[in-house]
């Protein structure tokens, strides 16, 4: 079985940054990052068939292409705390995920992918367009630790997690994907069902018009970085390194925040290190914020929109934060207008939602 280590560069703040590759039992990659190298033997494994279901069908009216999945019904639900399969094995404990008795950060291709590099050939329908479901489909796992969150996790663990989704990206695009979306659900409303703290990350062979609409956009002129000078500092919530975190005086979900460095970059790759420390540190200190004012884990749902494969003529990255709740006792529930419309009413103005987050 593949067992490669190599050093892969450094993190912002010029620690060493070091990954170890590894098949898994079913075949499915493991990648290990640490400061450290990961040098642990590895625990035992339960091998299981993976699923390689799936396609894309396309939406005639709502021109968008959609992933279908059945095999994803099975995944694994809110299991309990002792059979986490985010945490390390350990020798005395059940399989996980993650064969070894420790790592700092880990990331591997998820058992119920919805897109996969060996996606089988779609079906064909008359009238409806498909195609295969490629791709890919990844977990990352922030800590060993099976509680935790962005915040807590703390400023060099955070560093350490860009690095490795600034090797993940460069991988992906090599890969053939289009766009590669990091992104985090938290909290029971948003329907987590692994409570450990992680994210995923998707990569799309083919661009989901989202992120198409903002390529146009920025290729058509939008200046992001004029925006945020302009929403400075009534709906700034705080600054660092030269990064913003602002509420949009466009924003769609109540308590909504952007992070985005000041001067226009596409991605993580042409960031400044003083600037991916400022990003790092606003992940954690949105993440304090919301659950400060909200009182509780606040159920969220971020993502990390960087430019697609190539680039693209005036993109602006940013790390967007859509809150499901709008008081701690009130879930913003998307219902009928909004879903068949796509037009949202938001609840809270952005300048009050901007104020409210400052003072926390």
């Not at 060996?118 to 099976?146: H, I, K, N, R």
């Not at 709740?325 to 952005?350: I, N, W």
């Amino acid at each position: 079985m593949s067992n490669a280590l190599s050093a892969i560069g450094s993190d912002a703040s010029g620690r060493a940054v070091h990954r170890r590759e590894v098949i898994k039992a079913d075949g499915r990659m493991l990648r290990l990052y640490g400061h450290l190298p990961h040098t642990l033997e590895r625990q035992a494994e339960e091998t299981d068939d993976i699923a390689l279901g799936g396609e894309l069908r396309f939406h005639p009216l709502r021109r968008e292409w959609n992933i279908y999945a059945a095999h994803r019904q099975n995944r694994t639900f809110k299991p309990a705390a002792s059979a986490d399969p985010l945490a390390p094995t350990l020798s005395d404990g059940a399989a996980t995920e993650i064969p070894f008795a420790d790592f700092e950060l880990a990331i591997f291709d998820n058992k119920f992918a919805g897109l996969h590099p060996s996606a089988p050939p779609a079906p064909d329908f008359e009238g409806v367009a498909t195609a295969q479901a490629l791709g890919a489909c990844e977990v990352v796992v922030y800590s060993a630790e099976s509680k935790g969150n962005l915040w807590s996790i703390g400023q060099e663990r955070r560093e350490l997690l860009l690095a490795a989704l600034e090797d993940r990206y460069r991988a992906l695009f090599d890969a053939g994907c289009d766009y590669v979306l990091p992104f985090e659900n938290r909290g029971d409303e948003v329907g987590v069902t692994l409570p450990h703290p992680h994210g995923q990350i998707y990569g799309f062979h083919k661009m989901p018009q989202v992120q198409q609409l903002a390529v146009d956009a920025f290729a058509g002129g939008y200046d992001l970085a004029g925006e945020i000078e302009r929403a400075l500092p009534l709906y700034a919530v705080a600054e660092q390194a030269g990064v913003a975190a602002w509420c949009p005086r466009y924003a769609r979900f109540p308590f909504e925040v952007w992070i985005a460095p000041r001067a226009r970059r596409e991605g993580l790759h042409d960031m400044t290190d003083t600037e991916k420390s400022g990003f790092a540190a606003l992940l954690g200190e949105i993440t304090r914020r919301y659950d400060a004012l909200f009182q509780r884990p606040a159920a969220t749902m971020m993502a990390l929109h960087a430019a697609p494969r190539g680039g693209s003529d005036g993109y602006h990255v940013t790390a967007q934060f859509y809150p499901l709740l709008r008081a701690p006792d009130r879930v913003k529930y998307l219902a009928s207008v909004e879903q068949h419309t796509g037009v949202m009413t938001v609840d809270v103005m952005p300048e009050a939602a901007a104020a409210a987050l400052r003072e926390v």
